[in-house]
């Protein structure tokens, strides 16, 4: 696709190849990569866009298959200007492009509990947009507010209903990149916090593929979630389970691989593309259908257009 673009103080990079910039090390490139050097930058890169260009942000791409054709348009990958901390007493005020972990260990040096991010993959703007949840605790359980910047170039603030929290998902509205978010966490102690996370490590150590190229969890437990996002303890359909109960843990197609640890982590083994993923991930919902009667939901994110032949 071929377009002019409006001056910036940031990064312009044509044909920019997506796939070092993703976990799972695959895709094709993006038409432009703009990288903006802040919130200002941003702001007058989309005033100045003309509306018929497709705009996608992304973040760190530990959540994200991008397809072998890459993307067209303008990919919008946040960094240095978004990834500043404030800690005002129980009150965390993190750019979108802080770590979910940095912001983690951050508000535990301050007394402030948000360790539930400790160990989820991603930057703060993808774990509001995902709803980020682990050991039974979600963003929507302490998120404030967030600031954003929409497709007109205006800056715009959203509140807890402005997203309609759900299970693994927040209805941002359409065009609007988010910058920042606030979060409140219960108060404790920094020592007590700090072996809170240590333990979770562990834990996810013992249990997920976490030296592997994965994309984290690759589809959504299709139940036992309320529809705010909080946990239900009346039900208890996992996603790994019903893949294991499928007969395909550590089924392989290409250089694609659902983990032998841990049968919901698609991986990329060093030699997959993102067709190999992706049409890994669809025969396993076929697969789970047929045997268990439930069709799973992808978690991971797919963009873009498959490979040009």
């Known amino acids: 696709m071929t377009f002019d673009l409006p001056p910036v103080r940031g990064t312009l990079t044509q044909a920019k190849p997506l796939a070092e910039l993703t976990w799972l090390r ?9 990288q903006p050097a802040d919130a200002e930058d941003l702001s007058q890169f989309l005033a100045a866009l003309d509306p018929e260009i497709p705009v996608f942000p992304i973040g760190v791409g530990s959540n994200l298959i991008v397809r072998d054709g890459g993307i067209r348009g303008v990919v919008i990958r946040l960094g240095r200007g978004f ?29 402030t509990d948000l360790t539930f991010l400790r160990t989820i993959p991603g930057a703060i703007g993808g774990a509001v947009c995902m709803n980020a949840g682990c050991y039974g605790t979600y963003i929507a359980d302490v998120f ?40 409140r966490g219960p108060e404790g102690d920094p020592a007590t916090l700090a072996g809170k996370m240590q333990d ?14 994965t994309a984290g969890s690759t589809f959504r437990n299709p139940a036992g979630f309320s529809s705010t996002g909080r946990a239900d303890d009346t039900h ?70 498959p490979a040009r032949t």
């Open 83 to 111: 990834n500043a901390i404030d800690i005002d007493g129980q009150t965390v005020t993190a750019g979108a492009a802080a770590l979910d972990a940095h912001v983690a260990r951050k508000a535990a040096e301050a007394g």
């Open 236 to 305: 208890d359909l996992k996603a790994w389970k019903l893949i294991d109960d499928a007969g395909l843990r550590g089924h392989r197609l290409g250089g694609a691989q659902m983990s032998e640890k841990h049968p919901n982590f698609l991986t990329n083994t060093g030699t997959a593309s993102a067709h190999d993923l992706e049409s890994l991930g669809e025969e396993v919902r076929k697969r789970v259908f047929q045997t268990a009667g439930i069709q799973l939901e992808w978690e991971v994110i797919r963009v873009g257009e």
């Open 144 to 183: 404030v507010s967030a600031t954003g910047i929409d497709r007109a170039g205006r800056k715009i603030t959203l509140t807890e209903g402005d997203l309609s929290f759900s299970y693994r998902h927040a209805s941002v509205p359409e065009g609007v990149i988010l910058t920042s978010a606030t979060l």
């Open 26 to 34: 695959v895709g094709g490139p993006a038409d432009w990569l703009f």
């Open 200 to 213: 979770q490590l562990a834990r996810r150590d013992a249990t997920q593929p976490t030296k592997d190229r």
